[in-house]
């Protein structure tokens, strides 16, 4: 467990240097949207800190005529649901503290879920911030298509991955979309 506390803190430091460095990553990556899999129903989200933001993408999957929704956390060691949302529309802040669709909103089943993340590998592997909700939201949803949105520079060659870590189907960032075997 140490070892994935310290990856994460040289992560988190090395995803805000990309972020300080390059702030047309997230404009490059939305520009690959088409090459995303199929999916009616698209989970984005909305970012947090040095996160690649998903704004662009948003705008771009919009316009590609796919439904969005955003993750809400309504109980901290449950998967999270998902909640239809538009582009512009307010939001207030979930059960962690990330901004999500008022309780109005419907709820919605996602065909394939845009993830945030820290760090990701060849194999698929994902690093989030910890508190796992993805996984918990993921192995809750086995069927949904997991995509990872992210700077190039946050790929390392290999992550531990436990029993409870879920595997991402493939992964977007300024330089494109690559699936993972």
């Known amino acids: 467990m140490d070892a994935k506390r310290e990856l994460r ?22 520009d690959q ?28 999957l919009g316009r590609a005529g796919r439904q969005l929704c955003l993750p809400v956390v309504v109980e901290r060691d449950a998967p999270m ?18 901004p999500a669709p008022f309780p109005l909103a419907e709820v919605v089943e996602p065909d394939l879920i845009v993830t945030p993340l820290l760090a990701f590998d060849a194999r698929g592997g994902r ?27 946050q790929e390392v060659d290999h992550l531990p991955v436990e029993v409870h870590d879920i595997r991402l189907h493939g992964v977007l960032t300024e330089t494109g979309y690559r699936p993972f075997a």
């Open 127 to 153: 690093l989030g911030q910890g508190g796992g909700y993805y996984d918990r939201t993921f192995a809750a949803r086995p069927a949904v298509t997991r995509i990872g949105f992210a700077y190039a520079g």
């Open 81 to 98: 649901i998902f909640r239809r949302w538009t582009p512009g529309e307010p939001l207030e802040l979930d059960g962690a503290g990330v």
């Open 33 to 60: 949207a088409a090459a995303l899999p199929p999916g009616r129903v698209v989970a984005v989200y909305c970012a947090i800190g040095s996160e690649l933001g998903a704004d662009a993408l948003s705008l771009a």
């Open 9 to 30: 803190a040289t992560m988190r430091a090395t995803r805000k240097r990309l972020a300080a460095l390059d702030a047309g990553a997230a404009a490059r990556a939305a």
